[in-house]
C-alpha cells in the first residue's frame, strides 16, 4: 500500500487508504468496463472522501473488530489488496493462470489487475479463466442460499468418476444446472 501511495496510485483518507483508478490508464482491461459508463453509486455508496467515485479501498480504517496497526491508523486491508499481496509474495509479480467464478470479473479481479500491475509494472496474470455458475435446481448454488452441495456429500450417492464424467460433459463458461 505504502509503494502504491509512494507513486502516487494511492491516497490516504481519514484513516482509510484509496486506489487512485485513474491513476491506471488501462482500468477496465480485463472486465471490457470503461469508467465514464459506469453508474457511480450503483455497486458501492459514493463517498466524498474519495477523489473518484469508483475509486477502491486498500486500507479500511476501524478501531473495533479484527485490526493492525498501521501507518495509517488501525485498520484491516481491503479485499483486494489481500489478494494481490498473496500472489505476490508466493507466486511473484506475474502469475502464469489466475481464475475464479465469473462474478469476480468485476470488480475483485479488475482491482486486482490495476493495484499489481500499478505496484510493479509488470502483466499480473498472463491467462483468465472464469468459470461459470453451478446451479442448483435452477438456483444459483451459494452459501447464502444455503444449497450448498459438498464433494464428500454428493459421492454418498454418486461414483466420484460419474460426478467427473458429468463435469466434463459442460465447458467451463457455460453454467451447469446440477440436480440429483
Same mark, same amino acid.
Not at 500500500?1 to 482491461?29: E, M, N, R, W
Not at 476501524?62 to 489488496?81: L, T, V, Y
Not at 490495476?114 to 483468465?128: L, M
Given at each position: 500500500?505504502?509503494?502504491?501511495?509512494?507513486?502516487?496510485?494511492?491516497?490516504?483518507?481519514? /484513516?482509510?487508504?484509496?486506489?487512485?483508478?485513474?491513476?491506471?490508464?488501462?482500468?477496465?482491461?480485463?472486465?471490457?468496463?470503461?469508467?465514464?459508463? =459506469?453508474?457511480?453509486?450503483?455497486?458501492?455508496?459514493?463517498?466524498?472522501?474519495?477523489?473518484?467515485? $469508483?475509486?477502491?479501498?486498500?486500507?479500511?480504517?476501524?478501531? $473495533? /473488530?479484527?485490526?493492525?496497526?498501521?501507518?495509517? /491508523?488501525?485498520?484491516?486491508?481491503?479485499?483486494?489488496? $489481500?489478494?494481490?499481496?498473496?500472489?505476490?509474495?508466493?507466486?511473484? @509479480?506475474?502469475?502464469?493462470?489466475?481464475?475464479?467464478?465469473?462474478?469476480?470479473?468485476?470488480?475483485?479481479? @479488475?482491482?486486482?489487475?490495476?493495484?499489481? $500491475?500499478?505496484?510493479? /509494472?509488470?502483466?499480473?496474470?498472463?491467462?483468465? =479463466?472464469?468459470?461459470?455458475?453451478?446451479?442448483?435446481?435452477? @438456483?444459483? =448454488?451459494?452459501?447464502?442460499?444455503?444449497?450448498?452441495?459438498?464433494?464428500?456429500?454428493?459421492?454418498?450417492?454418486?461414483?466420484? =468418476?460419474?460426478?467427473?464424467?458429468?463435469?466434463?460433459?459442460?465447458?467451463?463458461?457455460?453454467?451447469?444446472?446440477?440436480?440429483?
Amino acid at each position: 500500500i505504502q509503494t502504491l501511495i509512494d507513486q502516487g496510485h494511492a491516497y490516504p483518507a481519514d /484513516g482509510d487508504v484509496y486506489f487512485a483508478i485513474q491513476s491506471f490508464p488501462a482500468y477496465g482491461k480485463l472486465s471490457g468496463r470503461k469508467l465514464d459508463e =459506469m453508474q457511480v453509486g450503483a455497486r458501492v455508496a459514493v463517498s466524498d472522501r474519495k477523489r473518484h467515485p $469508483e475509486d477502491f479501498v486498500l486500507w479500511k480504517g476501524s478501531a $473495533e /473488530g479484527k485490526f493492525w496497526d498501521s501507518p495509517w /491508523g488501525n485498520g484491516r486491508p481491503g479485499w483486494h489488496i $489481500e489478494c494481490s499481496a498473496l500472489a505476490q509474495k508466493f507466486l511473484g @509479480e506475474t502469475i502464469d493462470i489466475h481464475g475464479g467464478g465469473m462474478d469476480l470479473i468485476f470488480p475483485h479481479h @479488475e482491482n486486482e489487475v490495476a493495484q499489481s $500491475e500499478c505496484r510493479t /509494472g509488470a502483466c499480473f496474470a498472463r491467462h483468465w =479463466m472464469h468459470n461459470a455458475f453451478v446451479n442448483i435446481d435452477k @438456483e444459483k =448454488m451459494s452459501k447464502s442460499l444455503g444449497n450448498v452441495l459438498l464433494l464428500h456429500e454428493i459421492f454418498k450417492k454418486f461414483d466420484p =468418476m460419474v460426478l467427473r464424467f458429468y463435469f466434463l460433459q459442460h465447458h467451463y463458461k457455460t453454467p451447469i444446472d446440477f440436480s440429483f
